[in-house]
């Protein structure tokens, strides 16, 4: 038997928040960023002359059974088109036919949308990039994008669904332009250290610096990093922060070459986690989430590819045209 208990508690202290004014910002090339967000929506940017010149493959493979028609470009421009207007593949081959009608290409065929569906499972994608040829900074995060499954009503209704599940998008950003220079599609079960050879394999240029968070610090993470500081015969500066609670991995009398994660951490010790971060520039690795943030505001954050295969094409095209569009131009801000 529950009963109302009359006894009157002391009212709660309320703590004082000190709050901060936020900064306000403004751009300084809004003309110039206001023409490359006009030019996002013309589709001559997602198909070329290059493209329409190399759309019908010309010659056979000599394998058995038939050649494929189109090239390999031309799924990709297709595939673009769809992700940047976000269709389905039946409404992407009906704007497809329409656009090559209006440009008098009919005589060009279009993809059957089940052609589309088969060969984006074997597509290879290239996240293309101009190369600045200087030694960059990466930062390094990974986010979610759902894939097809129950929805999350059902999970709030009758639990965890073992069908509900996502992939995981790991992307490697120049922190200077914001261009997309490494990306790797996983299952939500492989961790994000992993994969950090894979991101740095795709990476031309020379690295001066690496910012990653704390799922970085792990010894594998730091042997890639030492061996590719040796590949590339110049100094990598690493801002991994180490966890809560993390220790000296090896002694300060030691003969062996110090460590850039114990060092980090003893400078974190000294003058605080806050600070250390300000002092390394550990604040830029946000431009990672906020490349991850463009890409779901721009794209989706669903994929509708069925198999993982596909469902990395769909990424890496996202990941692709991200990188035209950052190319056409970008928001230069001043603080006021």
């Excluded at 059902?154 to 997309?180: F, N, P």
């Excluded at 031309?204 to 015969?233: F, H, M, N, V, W």
Aim: charged share 25%.
């Amino acid at each position: 038997m529950k009963t109302k208990n009359n006894t009157r508690r002391s009212p709660k202290r309320r703590r004082s928040v000190k709050k901060t004014k936020k900064r306000s910002y403004r751009i300084r090339n809004w003309r110039e960023y206001n023409a490359s967000l006009v030019q996002r929506g013309s589709v001559t940017l997602w198909i070329d002359q290059a493209v329409l010149a190399g759309w019908v493959n010309p010659q056979r493979t000599g394998r058995r059974g038939a050649s494929n028609t189109y090239t390999d470009a031309a799924i990709v421009a297709a595939l673009t088109l769809k992700v940047v207007y976000r269709l389905p593949l039946r409404a992407t081959i009906g704007l497809l036919d329409s656009l090559l009608k209006l440009m008098r290409l009919e005589q060009l065929p279009v993809p059957h949308y089940s052609t589309l569906c088969r060969r984006q499972k074997i597509l290879s994608v290239v996240v293309a990039r101009p190369a600045s040829g200087e030694a960059i900074h990466v930062v390094v995060d990974s986010t979610g994008c759902k894939i097809y499954g129950e929805g999350e009503w059902k999970v709030r209704q009758h639990g965890i669904s073992k069908r509900r599940t996502w992939r995981k998008l790991h992307l490697a950003v120049d922190e200077a332009s914001g261009q997309i220079v490494g990306a790797v599609v996983t299952t939500n079960d492989v961790a994000d250290s992993a994969v950090l050879l894979h991101l740095l394999e795709q990476v031309e240029e020379p690295i001066a610096q690496l910012s990653g968070d704390g799922s970085y610090d792990k010894r594998p993470c730091y042997d890639t990093l030492t061996k590719r500081q040796e590949e590339q015969a110049r100094p990598l500066r690493v801002t991994i922060p180490p966890r809560k609670g993390a220790r000296i991995w090896q002694h300060g009398n030691s003969q062996e070459e110090r460590l850039a994660r114990d060092e980090n951490l003893r400078r974190m010790r000294q003058v605080g986690r806050a600070q250390w971060k300000e002092e390394s520039g550990y604040h830029r690795r946000s431009l990672a989430e906020t490349t991850m943030f463009r890409v779901k505001t721009i794209f989706g954050d669903k994929l509708s590819a069925r198999g993982f295969e596909a469902q990395a094409a769909e990424a890496f095209i996202r990941c692709a045209a991200l990188n035209t569009m950052t190319e056409l131009g970008m928001p230069q801000s001043y603080a006021l």
